[in-house]
């Protein structure tokens, strides 16, 4: 069973696409985070959530404690915003505040 | 400034060997975080050290240790490798062990043959 889930798993945009990438999760959390993985590269972090929404440039991150749900929305879609995009929580402490990740979105943008 | 240093960037080994990977944080970082990465499991959680002292544990066997020093900086150790131990160890810092972003080195690629 996984803690967090992701969808899609692939996803495939042509330039300047609105995205939306999905991430559900099963435990009680701290925090969320967003983060982003270009092939052959490091981890980026694009945000920390741990209520409501935020914003950075053309991303967009928001989360729904009640629902146990966050997305992130790429406006104007860009071909350097391929990448994967991994979902992140931080349990609580009865999970030993462990972190959980999801299996990552990988996004291809088209020019 | 300097971001999240890990070395070696590569490391090849043995089965039954043993590794120590190096994490140097952000200056100003006090806590470092440890992770696995493979093309199976994807990333997982291995420990979280702040001020020199282990918060968060993930569901590794003991063969996987760590340490943080006085200086912040962190080592990760594996003890007789197994095959599956190969994956990309990645490292990340962050100020406090409060919630907050993560800065995340390039990762250590370690090969066990």
């Known amino acids: 069973k996984n803690e967090v889930e992701q969808s899609p798993q692939n996803l495939t945009a042509q330039e300047g696409e609105f995205i939306t990438i999905n991430c559900s999760y099963s435990?009680?959390?701290?925090?969320l985070h967003w983060l982003q993985q270009h092939p052959g590269g490091g981890i980026v972090s694009l945000f920390m959530l741990s209520s409501g929404k935020k914003k950075h440039g053309r991303l967009i991150a928001t989360i729904n404690i009640q629902e146990k749900h966050s997305s992130l929305h790429i406006t104007a879609s860009h071909p350097r915003d391929s990448a994967v995009y991994i979902c992140?929580?931080?349990?609580?402490?009865?999970?030993?505040?462990?972190?959980?990740f999801g299996t990552g979105t990988s996004l291809t943008v088209i020019p | 400034k300097a971001g999240v240093t890990q070395t070696p960037r590569y490391l090849i080994k043995t089965r039954g060997q043993q590794v120590t990977l190096s994490c140097s944080p952000i200056?100003?970082?006090?806590?470092v975080s440890w992770y696995q990465q493979t093309p199976g499991q994807g990333l997982q959680f291995l420990f979280e050290y702040f001020s020199e002292t282990q918060r968060n544990k993930g569901n590794f066997p003991g063969r996987f240790s760590g340490r943080q020093f006085s200086n912040s900086r962190s080592e990760m150790n594996v003890s007789t490798l197994e095959l599956g131990d190969s994956a990309l160890y990645l490292c990340?810092?962050?100020?406090?062990?409060?919630?907050?972003?993560?800065?995340f080195g390039s990762g250590t690629q370690l090969s066990v043959l």
């Open positions: 992140a929580v931080k349990g609580e402490r009865d999970t030993g505040n462990q972190f959980y």
């Open positions: 990340a810092s962050s100020f406090t062990d409060r919630n907050e972003k993560l800065f």
């Open positions: 435990v009680g959390i701290s925090a």
């Open positions: 200056s100003g970082h006090r806590s």
